[in-house]
């Protein structure tokens, strides 16, 4: 598995997978930056009991479809790296078995995400030390809210990995990632089995570790079928 | 254990109801040059699929090197290199980004990579992007690719397609250098026979899904070999007559032959001609070509004539 991952890496050299994992949390740091950069006063005012709590919050009303459609755009260009030439061929012929190399991309597109989730709670961080917050900061509330919910999207990084690897036109993956993070944005009020949801943390028994966990089992379980449903299939 | 590196039997693949590849034993020994030889959508490429374990056989079974596909395909695979028809590569890495991506997966020596390379004469190029190569240079990266785990065996799926006549020849050259300087078993598949007549040793003809031939390339040409026509002044009647002297030819457009005749048969059946007062024009020997006889195997239908 080892010599897999190191495969994967070799193969996203010069690709701009990297510079999409650093862009991400990026993008979302320095909008809240401009939105606490504009309305300063007021946003301080508002969260003047929490201002690191009210920070984070900003944080991840951004954070959820940024990993949403991040998840998207990232398993779709891992996937097209094979589909390109179509380099399955040759890849699938090699003495590793196909279960590896699906798992291999798997976790591939997790690993990058969650490179990604580090880099946001490190910009974070900067972004609330420099809006002078003080030094009290967080951390595991912090932690929590960047990597809860992209724990909780699990389902939809297995589909989306699962889609974009099954179909050479990406047309689709990508569709359903885009409708799947616009729908998301309303999701808040779903009844609380939609898996759109998750992500938001919110449930009724008010407790976020519920929709990770959900997000997490389903997210595997996803997996588990995707990965039966390669090793089967026939290579084009 | 059998003598064939591969061996199939009753290997069939449906697609829906078609059976594009149709009962077929193949039978490859070692240190062979095989050609595989059929014309477009023979079902060549689906079989060499089937062998590199890339598609499931819907009937059959496989062995390579002694060992059933089903059971060990990693370990079967392990002793393979493969180029299956276009070149597979990622045109944003250079030559030996794309060969340390697949040398981790095998786990060879890196020094491995500067061989290859420079068997396949890429070494110059090695630090340019693939995407910039020509096709003949992408198709040379292949072999390398398929080079890299010093396969036992190596099947190349129609490696000569869409080059040039120099890239064809290179190709050519490449290939039948193996067996003698690395000991390796070669299965190369082509819709030309002129290619598989100049490289293979034994060759297998598959159209329709189905093989229809499978010997030496010896064999295929005794079969090209000759029939003696002759042409003489009164065709009809000088048919009648060796036909009632005991010697079966045959009457086509005025002209009479023999097919596979011995020396002495002809000698005897030119004697009786003269004996009988026939005027004998000319005696030829008529080869028949390999393409001739492969049209004739396959059937004309799939082509354009």
């Given at each position: 598995m080892t010599r897999i991952m190191l495969s994967e890496f070799i193969k996203i050299k010069r690709k701009l997978i990297l510079f999409l994992v650093v862009l991400g949390p990026l993008g979302v740091v320095g909008l809240q930056a401009v939105n606490f950069g504009l309305r300063y006063d007021w946003l301080t005012s508002q969260y003047k009991e929490d201002l690191w709590g009210g920070l984070i919050g900003e944080v991840t009303m951004l954070s959820v479809p940024?990993?949403?459609?991040?998840?998207?755009?990232?398993?779709?260009?891992?996937?097209?790296?094979?589909?390109?030439?179509?380099?399955?061929?040759?890849?699938?012929?090699?003495?590793?078995?196909?279960?590896?190399?699906?798992?291999?991309?798997?976790?591939?597109?997790?690993?990058?995400?969650?490179?990604?989730?580090?880099?946001?709670?490190?910009?974070?961080?900067?972004?609330?030390?420099?809006?002078?917050?003080?030094?009290?900061?967080?951390?595991?509330?912090?932690?929590?809210?960047?990597?809860?919910?992209?724990?909780?999207?699990?389902?939809?990084?297995?589909?989306?990995?699962?889609?974009?690897?099954?179909?050479?036109?990406?047309?689709?993956?990508?569709?359903?990632?885009?409708?799947?993070?616009?729908?998301?944005?309303?999701?808040?009020?779903?009844?609380?089995?939609?898996?759109?949801?998750?992500?938001?943390?919110?449930?009724?028994?008010?407790?976020?570790?519920?929709?990770?966990?959900?997000?997490?089992?389903?997210?595997?379980?996803?997996?588990?079928?995707?990965?039966?449903?390669?090793?089967?299939?026939?290579?084009k | 254990m059998s003598e064939f590196i591969i061996e199939t039997k009753n290997l069939t693949k449906k697609f829906g109801a078609t059976r594009v590849v149709n009962h077929v034993d193949l039978k490859v020994k070692k240190g062979e040059i095989y050609g595989f030889l059929g014309p477009n959508g023979a079902g060549k490429t689906t079989t060499i699929r089937m062998l590199l374990g890339l598609a499931r056989p819907s009937k059959g079974s496989i062995h390579m090197f002694g060992k059933d596909i089903r059971k060990e395909k990693l370990a079967i695979l392990r002793k393979v290199g493969s180029l299956v028809e276009y070149p597979s590569y990622y045109g944003h890495l250079t030559a030996r980004e794309n060969l340390e991506a697949v040398r981790v997966l095998l786990d060879v020596p890196k020094s491995r990579i500067d061989e290859v390379l420079s068997i396949v004469r890429l070494t110059k190029d090695a630090k340019r992007p693939v995407k910039g190569f020509s096709l003949g240079m992408k198709q040379r990266l292949g072999i390398a690719t398929a080079l890299l785990g010093n396969p036992e065996l190596l099947i190349l799926d129609e490696p000569t397609n869409g080059l040039d006549p120099s890239g064809i020849l290179e190709m050519r050259e490449l290939i039948k250098s193996m067996p003698k300087e690395h000991g390796i078993t070669i299965v190369v598949s082509s819709h030309l026979l002129s290619e598989v007549d100049q490289m293979a040793t034994q060759v297998g003809i598959i159209t329709k899904g189905r093989i229809i031939f499978q010997d030496s390339i010896q064999k295929l040409r005794e079969q090209a070999s000759s029939s003696i026509k002759l042409t003489v002044n009164d065709v009809e009647a000088a048919w009648k007559t060796l036909l009632s002297n005991g010697y079966t030819t045959d009457l086509v457009q005025n002209n009479i032959y023999i097919d596979r005749g011995t020396d002495d048969q002809v000698a005897a059946i030119v004697k009786s001609l003269v004996e009988h007062d026939f005027s004998i024009y000319r005696v030829e020997e008529q080869k028949k070509s390999l393409e001739e006889i492969f049209l004739e195997l396959t059937g004309k239908e799939g082509g354009l004539l």
């Open positions: 940024t990993i949403l459609i991040g998840l998207t755009i990232l398993t779709s260009m891992i996937a097209n790296i094979e589909h390109q030439t179509n380099a399955w061929k040759q890849l699938l012929s090699l003495p590793v078995s196909k279960m590896k190399v699906f798992a291999g991309k798997a976790l591939l597109s997790f690993v990058l995400l969650f490179m990604a989730c580090l880099l946001l709670v490190v910009g974070t961080i900067i972004l609330g030390i420099s809006l002078k917050f003080g030094a009290n900061i967080p951390i595991l509330y912090l932690l929590k809210m960047c990597f809860f919910p992209f724990l909780a999207a699990m389902p939809f990084l297995a589909l989306q990995t699962w889609l974009a690897i099954s179909m050479k036109n990406q047309a689709i993956p990508l569709t359903t990632g885009i409708l799947g993070t616009i729908v998301s944005m309303y999701a808040t009020g779903f009844p609380d089995w939609m898996p759109l949801k998750w992500p938001w943390l919110v449930n009724e028994w008010e407790k976020p570790i519920y929709s990770v966990l959900l997000g997490i089992v389903t997210g595997l379980g996803i997996n588990l079928l995707s990965l039966i449903d390669f090793s089967r299939r026939d290579v | -």
